[in-house]
Nanobody, 123 residues
Framework: QGHLVESGGGLVQAGDSLRLSCEAS????????MAWFRQAPGKAREFVAD????????DYADSVKGRFTISRDNAKNTVYLQMNSLKPEDTAVYYC????????????????WGQGTQVTVSS
């Protein structure tokens, strides 16, 4: 079984930065792609970013490209999401995901999910 725990969310103003962390335990995620998704109230869960096993390949949603950066530290079984120039439309619960055999933008491909961390950006 895998276990993912997100942290780092909070309430910030537009233009501020936050760094989310997702620590994996109970299973070796060092060889697995990992991803971040987000879900705003009344909306479907949407892809934010993913990162390959080695960290050498990343992909981003168009809405966050140039502002967000995903990275990982396999020695710590942790994946990060650095979020800069935050906008009110970035407000959502952010989820870490793992368990897909390949990097994917589709939530259904991932088996393991964290509990989510709330990010609120005020204007």
């Amino acid at each position: 079984q895998g276990h993912l725990v997100e942290s780092g969310g909070g309430l910030v103003q537009a233009g501020d930065s936050l760094r989310l962390s997702c620590e994996a335990s109970g299973r070796t995620f060092r060889v697995a792609p990992m991803a971040w998704f987000r879900q705003a109230p009344g909306k479907a869960r949407e892809f934010v970013a993913d990162i390959s096993r080695s960290g050498g390949s990343t992909d981003y949603a168009d809405s966050v490209k140039g502002r967000f950066t995903i990275s990982r530290d396999n020695a710590k079984n942790t994946v990060y999401l650095q979020m800069n120039s935050l906008k009110p439309e970035d407000t959502a619960v952010y989820y870490c995901a793992a368990g897909s055999p390949y990097s994917s933008t589709r939530p259904v491909e991932y088996t393991y999910w964290g509990q989510g961390t709330q990010v609120t950006v005020s204007s």
